[in-house]
């Protein structure tokens, strides 16, 4: 043999040799691609922290909206109609006080408990009271709406 076919002889295999590791390192890549496609569980989950974040971040504009939105309508109000709300507010606070008390001194101590345990059923699960309150409103103008 010469020199040359010496070389192409030893370059040969080392030359397969590097190919077979290049391969195995791309397929090893497809294979851990086709992997995270597959599954299914944690891509799902990924998607809902991006609906999440997303969210939070439309949640945020809103919120800061609307706070401008009440800003701009307290200013447009002239200052009698900002000291008759006031007043009024003042004065239902006050017969709600009143209320109460009479509440305290009238109603028999079993329907005061029972009436303080609704009280605190309804603080613990307001959320859920909200949404029904909330479902309970847009049936109302849905059935409003077909009857107009």
């Known amino acids: 043999m010469t020199q040359t076919s010496d070389k192409a002889a030893v370059a040969g295999p080392e030359l397969a040799r590097e190919q077979v590791e290049r391969t195995r390192?791309?397929?090893?890549?497809?294979?851990?691609?086709?992997?995270?496609?597959?599954?299914?569980?944690?891509?799902?989950?990924?998607k809902a922290v991006e609906v999440k974040e997303q969210a939070a971040v439309k949640a945020g504009e809103l919120k800061a909206k609307a706070g401008e939105l009440l800003q701009q309508a307290q200013d447009k109000l002239p200052d009698p109609v900002k000291e008759k709300a006031a007043l009024a507010a003042e004065q239902a606070r006050t017969k709600a006080?009143?209320?109460?008390?009479?509440?305290?001194?009238?109603?028999?101590?079993?329907?005061?408990?029972?009436?303080?345990?609704?009280?605190?059923?309804?603080?613990?699960?307001?959320?859920?009271?909200?949404?029904?309150?909330?479902?309970?409103?847009?049936?109302?103008?849905?059935?409003?709406?077909?009857?107009?």
């Open 25 to 46: 390192a791309e397929l090893g890549q497809t294979v851990e691609a086709l992997a995270a496609k597959a599954d299914v569980k944690t891509r799902a989950q990924e």
């Open 97 to 148: 006080g009143q209320a109460g008390q009479l509440w305290q001194d009238k109603a028999p101590e079993p329907v005061r408990q029972k009436s303080a345990q609704g009280a605190q059923l309804a603080r613990d699960n307001r959320s859920v009271l909200l949404v029904t309150a909330g479902v309970a409103a847009v049936a109302w103008l849905a059935c409003r709406r077909r009857k107009g």
